[in-house]
């Protein structure tokens, strides 16, 4: 019999290869696991069914490397996407690893260091257009502070807006197709991150001169370290046009970033998450920004990632039920109070709106009297979840 959970091209699915090559190494422990060859990672992406990979220039082309060796490792990369029908969906730029980073990239108080990273980030960037990214990530985890006193954090973020105003430029230059992503973090590895959520992102794009082609990766760890919630600023991010690619994994709150894999925590809000991104029409990858725990060894890794794909294609199918549910759709109908007339006042002012406004009666207990019957409707959530309706 066929699997319905399967993944599918049209799943969107994405990995980054610094995602299942992890080695499962932390700041208390070594490798558990050994070096996975970035191609051979290509290929077993496209085995367990993604449909993309993502990738930071040095998870493909090692730092210092020659551009005969670039050029090399770039042939064998579109011979692996030729063989299997993987495409490269984003890429982005390690701007964390090497020591030259480690008080940040485009925010370090060293203007070499900030030119540095920029030249960095145009050379990563010919590498993704090269394979195929039509998205581009940047992730700023070493743009941040333990000691405000070292670095002027206004002066930070004016730093940072040069860089993408900057590569904004170039891009367009270039004339590449391709668009930028921002992910927010609001700590770890830096003490506290610059703009450190997906609403800090957003209104930091509102500041760029190339603000159109610039966008969000909201990150579910993130949001969740944050103790946000994080569907809220991923419909935030739809609502404003500006969700350009996500971050899907798994995290519990007040942790370090755990990055587990996807539907790990909270099934009932990546129900939700599920639902509003496929409700929403959001057409871009469904990226799964996670790795395998620190204890599996190699084949424990594709568990991890069958794992991550085959959950939110079952939420997926959750979220199609809800939408079905007469009881829960009787609910729905039951709260929703539209108003035609007072939604008519309220739409657009104009004086004669205000007036009639001012003027029309309100019985506040009445209002206050009508029924809420969340306490019903969150248990049939949990029971489609459950499996028993
Ligand atoms: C790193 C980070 C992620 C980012 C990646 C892109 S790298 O693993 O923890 O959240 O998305 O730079
Ligand atoms: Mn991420
Ligand atoms: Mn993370």
Avoid at 1 to 24: C, I, Q, S, V
Avoid at 320 to 331: A, K, Y
Avoid at 340 to 359: C, H, I, Q, R, V
Wanted: glycine share 8%; net charge negative.
């Amino acid at each position: 019999m066929a699997d319905r959970y399967a993944p599918k091209p049209e799943h969107k699915f994405t990995f980054g290869l610094w995602t299942t090559a992890n080695p499962g190494r932390d700041p208390f422990g070594s490798e558990t696991r050994p070096p996975l060859d970035p191609i051979a990672n290509i290929r077993r992406m496209a085995e367990v069914g993604a449909w993309g990979f993502n990738f930071h220039d040095n998870d493909l082309v090692p730092f210092g490397s020659t551009l005969a060796e670039r050029n090399r490792i770039v042939a064998d990369a579109k011979k692996a996407m030729k063989d299997t029908g993987i495409v490269c969906s984003m890429a982005t730029t390690n701007l964390f690893s090497h020591p030259v980073f480690k008080d940040g990239a485009f925010t370090s108080n060293d203007a070499a260091v900030r030119a540095f990273a920029i030249q960095k980030t145009m050379q990563a960037i010919d590498l993704g257009v090269e394979l195929g990214a039509k998205i581009y990530v940047f992730w700023g985890g070493r743009e941040g502070a333990e000691v405000d006193l070292a670095k002027d954090p206004q002066e930070a973020i004016k730093r940072n807006r040069e860089a993408m105003n900057f590569l904004c430029a170039y891009v367009k230059q270039q004339k590449y197709n391709l668009v930028f992503a921002l992910e927010a973090k609001p700590n770890e590895p830096r003490g506290d991150i610059y703009n450190a959520t997906t609403g800090n992102m957003l209104a930091f794009i509102a500041t760029l001169e190339y603000a159109q082609m610039v966008g969000v990766n909201p990150e579910y760890a993130h949001e969740t370290m944050a103790g946000l919630n994080f569907t809220h600023h991923v419909a935030q991010a739809i609502e404003c046009g500006k969700l350009f690619h996500i971050d899907l994994n798994g995290q519990k709150m007040g942790r370090f970033d755990q990055d587990l894999r996807f539907g790990s925590e909270d099934l009932k809000g990546n129900l939700l998450l599920v639902r509003l991104l496929e409700n929403s029409g959001y057409k871009g990858p469904r990226h799964f920004d996670a790795h395998a725990y620190r204890t599996e060894d190699s084949d424990g890794v594709w568990d991890f990632a069958r794992g991550c794909m085959r959950t939110y294609a079952i939420l997926k199918e959750k979220a199609q039920q809800v939408d079905e549910d007469r009881e829960i759709l009787q609910i729905l109908k039951e709260i929703d109070r539209s108003n035609k007339e007072l939604e008519g006042l309220t739409k657009k002012f104009s004086a004669a709106n205000a007036k009639k406004l001012m003027d029309t009666p309100f019985d506040p207990n009445e209002l206050a009297s009508r029924r809420l019957p969340y306490e019903r409707l969150d248990q049939l959530l949990n029971e489609v979840l459950m499996g028993v309706r």
